[in-house]
């Protein structure tokens, strides 16, 4: 799980269409008309950036290997938990992020004009039961678009989309040094579980009670 932003609270951006908040009317949850064609938002600062999800068969590829040679050795180092050298081998391996089965992972890209700012995943491994409603998550934006508001509405959109291939827990790992991250994981699913490990924070999110005290400020 990737640097994001940690700002004062600036105005929200507002969404082209308001996020659903389901009352106690509708529940239980069917999320079966889930979010999923592009999407622009506009920002605080007033920047659009348009949200997608990934093309399938590695169609992506490409601008994820550019996008990765665009990440500072900070951001590279957060988000793998590890020192990542920017070199054609490891960029290689990254555009393989852009690669999705619809089910068992998802990626929603951020993109502006024709570069990827950034994207947000979920997957299961390939050994997951069929009936298992956990996946973990990631998300990271390059360096110069993280701090601008973009990942709380990436990171309800992921969540949707989760809930929507009927996913009830996302979990992550990021470094304990990553505040940013976690400040931001807190700000947007409240009740989050952080469990501190070894130089690295564990967070699982309960997805349906995310979604009963859903609110959109919360994505902004």
Known sequence: MDTDEDKAEPEMFKFERPFHRMDATERPFNPVDAVRDARSVRLADGASVRLRAVNSGGWDDDAFQRMFYSLSDTTRYLYFCAGIPATPLWAERF???????????????????DELVGFARFSQGPHAEPQESAADMGILLTDSWQGRRLGGYM???????????????LTAVTMWENRRMLRLARRIFPDVRIAFASGTCELTIDLEAWWAAQNERMCG
């Open 95 to 113: 555009g393989s992020l852009s690669r999705t089965d619809g089910k068992r992972s998802y990626v929603l890209v951020a993109e502006v004009g």
């Open 155 to 169: 990171l309800c959109r992921l969540a949707t989309e989760a809930l929507a291939r009927g996913l009830t827990t």
